[in-house]
C-alpha cells in the first residue's frame, strides 16, 4: 500500500513525525514509498521480526532509506554492513571492548570530561546546548577509546557531522573527502598502534584474534569510522533531545532533581521518546509477506525505530507521553537483534553522568530559541538549541 506521507524525505524527520507514525500504524503499518522503492514498517514486532532473521533481511546491500540521487552507500567488510557469519565473528571479537565490566571502567573518565564541560558554564548563562555541552563528551571519549590526541576531537566531530548531515546545506565539507580524510587519518593511527601498542581499545584490537587470524587495517579503518561516526552522533543527539524533553516536561524533570536514582531509568525513555537514530535498511533476500503486503526479494525495507517505540500494542494507551519512570520500557533505540548497537551501554554510561552532573548543578532549564536539526534521514540531530541553565536561587 503506498503512503502519502513523505517518508525519503529529511525535512519528514527534522521536523514532527510521530502523528504521522501514528496514523501510519493504525491504516497501514507495512507501506511502500514509491518515490525511492522502499516498503516503511511502523510496527514494533515486524522491526523485531526483521532485524532477528538476517538471513531473510541482509544487511550487505545498504541500511539507509535509498536516496534518488546518490547509490545506496556500503562500505564492505564494516560490521554494520556484514551479515552472519562473518558479522557474528566480527560483534565477538568487538564486544570484548564494550561489555557492562569494561564500560563501568570508564564511569571516572566520563564524568571527569562532563565536569570540566560544565565547569566553564556560570548559573544564568545562555548557551549553544547542543554545540557547548552535549557534543563535547562523546567525540572526546571516542578519541580516549582509539587513543587519538585529545586534541584532535574537534577534527573528528567536523567528519562525523559531515558523514551523517550530507543533505545539510550548512555542512560545507563534502562527505566524501571527509571520509577519504578520516580514513587517512587512521590509517597513521593504526600503523602507530601496531608498532607501539598502548592501553586503548584499537590496540588491543591490533593484537586481536578472530579463529586464528588478525583483523586486517580494512578490518580496523571500517570499525574507527563506525565508532566515531556512530557512537559520536546519536550520543550527543541523545543528550540534546534528552535535554529538550526535560524542558518541555518540567514535571518530569522535577522527579529526577528530588530522586537522582530515577535518572537510569529516565535515560531510557529519553531514549524511547527521541529514537535518536530513526531507522535501519534491510534487503529481502526471499519473497515475505508482512500484514498482507507482499515482500519481493530484492526489495528495501526501512524500519522505523521511532515509530516502534510508540506503538500502543508495546507501551499503553500512554505511549506518546514522556514518562521518567516507565516501567518496563523494552524501546529499541539500540535496534535489536545481530545488529543492536554495539556500544549502548557506553552510550547509557555517557548520558546518565551527563544528567546526574548537570541537574545536580542548574536543576533550572530553560529554551530561549528555536531547535534547529541537521537535515537528514537517520540521524537529524541537533545543529543549534540555546538553553539558559539556572539554579532556581
Not at 555541552?133 to 590526541?149: F, N, Q, S, W, Y
Amino acid at each position: 500500500m503506498p503512503t502519502t506521507f513523505p517518508l525519503h524525505s529529511p525535512d519528514f524527520y527534522t521536523g514532527d513525525p510521530y502523528p504521522a507514525y501514528k496514523e501510519l500504524r493504525a491504516t497501514a503499518p507495512v507501506c511502500f514509498n514509491d518515490v525511492t522503492n522502499f516498503w516503511a514498517l511502523l510496527k514494533y514486532e515486524d522491526i523485531r521480526y526483521v532485524s532477528t532473521n538476517p538471513d531473510m533481511f541482509s544487511s550487505a546491500k545498504g541500511i539507509t532509506i535509498p536516496d534518488p540521487v546518490f547509490p545506496n552507500p556500503v562500505q564492505e567488510g564494516n560490521l554494520i554492513f556484514t551479515d552472519p557469519p562473518r558479522h557474528r565473528q566480527l560483534r565477538k571479537l568487538i564486544n570484548t571492548g564494550f561489555t557492562r565490566r569494561q564500560v563501568a571502567v570508564l564511569e571516572p573518565k566520563v564524568r571527569d570530561i562532563v565536569v570540566g564541560i560544565l565547569d566553564d558554564v556560570r548559573c544564568g548563562t545562555t548557551l549553544e546546548f547542543a554545540e557547548g555541552l552535549a557534543a563535547p563528551l562523546p567525540t572526546r571519549m571516542i578519541a580516549e577509546l582509539l587513543g587519538a590526541p585529545a586534541d584532535d576531537w574537534e577534527q573528528f566531530r567536523t567528519w562525523s557531522d559531515a558523514c551523517t548531515g550530507v543533505d545539510d546545506p550548512e555542512i560545507e565539507l563534502d562527505s566524501f573527502v571527509a571520509i577519504g580524510e578520516l580514513f587517512e587519518y587512521f590509517q597513521q593511527l593504526i600503523a602507530a598502534r601496531r608498532s607501539e601498542p598502548r592501553d586503548d581499545m584499537l590496540s588491543v584490537l591490533t593484537t586481536a584474534e578472530i579463529d586464528g587470524t588478525k583483523l586486517t587495517d580494512d578490518d580496523l579503518l571500517n570499525f574507527a569510522f563506525l565508532l566515531l561516526v556512530a557512537g559520536n552522533e546519536t550520543t550527543r543527539n541523545l543528550i540534546a533531545l534528552g535535554t529538550l524533553a526535560l524542558i518541555e516536561h518540567p514535571d518530569q524533570r522535577r522527579r529526577l532533581i528530588d530522586d537522582s536514582t530515577r535518572i537510569p531509568g529516565a535515560v531510557e525513555e529519553m531514549l524511547r521518546w527521541t529514537s535518536p537514530v530513526t531507522h535501519m535498511a534491510r534487503t529481502a533476500m526471499a519473497d515475505v509477506e508482512l500484514r498482507g503486503q507482499l515482500i519481493r526479494e530484492g526489495d528495501t525495507v526501512v524500519m522505523l525505530y521511532g515509530s516502534a517505540n510508540r506503538d500502543e500494542e508495546i507501551f499503553g494507551c500512554d505511549a506518546e507521553e514522556f514518562n521518567v519512570t516507565r516501567h518496563p520500557n523494552p524501546h529499541i533505540a539500540f535496534g535489536c537483534g545481530e545488529h543492536s548497537c554495539i556500544g549502548a551501554q557506553l552510550a547509557r554510561l555517557e548520558a546518565r553522568v551527563f544528567f546526574e552532573v548537570l541537574l545536580g548543578r542548574y536543576p533550572e532549564l530553560e529554551l530561549v530559541g528555536d531547535v534547529d536539526r541537521v537535515r537528514a534521514t537517520m540521524v537529524p540531530g541537533v545543529k543549534r538549541m540555546p538553553v539558559r541553565l539556572g539554579t532556581g536561587c
